[in-house]
Nanobody, 120 residues
Framework: QVQLVESGGGLVQPGGSLTLSCTAS????????ILWYRQPPGQQREFVAR???????IHADSVKGRFTVSRDNAKNSAYLLMNNLKPEDTALYLC??????????????WGQGTQVIVSS
């Protein structure tokens, strides 16, 4: 069983920066798409960013220009660099790894999340 562990969250002032990490328990992320989601308090989970296995990226409009998703397959890790943080970025941030084989079989894993609080 693969485990994903997020880290790097914390309390930061508006305008500040954080870098979140998502690390897999074994060497496997190179064949997976990695997605970041967030769940603000009392709200539904929402998409933040995605990096494909070949490095192609997508960012949600709400974070475009401020957040950057990246990956380092050699370290079995993906990252979310968050700049110019706003109070509305406060949420539990979760990473997801998924892939689909040619047969159609899918694999998907979730981490437990890391809390980000943006407040003065």
């Amino acid at each position: 069983q693969v485990q994903l562990v997020e880290s790097g969250g914390g309390l930061v002032q508006p305008g500040g920066s954080l870098t979140l990490s998502c690390t897999a328990s074994r060497s496997m992320l190179d064949t997976y798409n990695i997605l970041w989601y967030r769940q603000p308090p009392g709200q539904q989970r929402e998409f933040v960013a995605r990096i494909g296995r070949f490095g192609d990226t997508i960012h949600a409009d709400s974070v475009k220009g401020r957040f950057t998703v990246s990956r380092d397959n050699a370290k079995n890790s993906a990252y979310l660099l968050m700049n110019n943080l706003k109070p509305e970025d406060t949420a539990l941030y979760l990473c997801n790894a998924n892939r689909q084989e040619a047969s159609g079989r899918t694999y998907e894993y979730w981490g437990q999340g890391t809390q980000v609080i943006v407040s003065s």
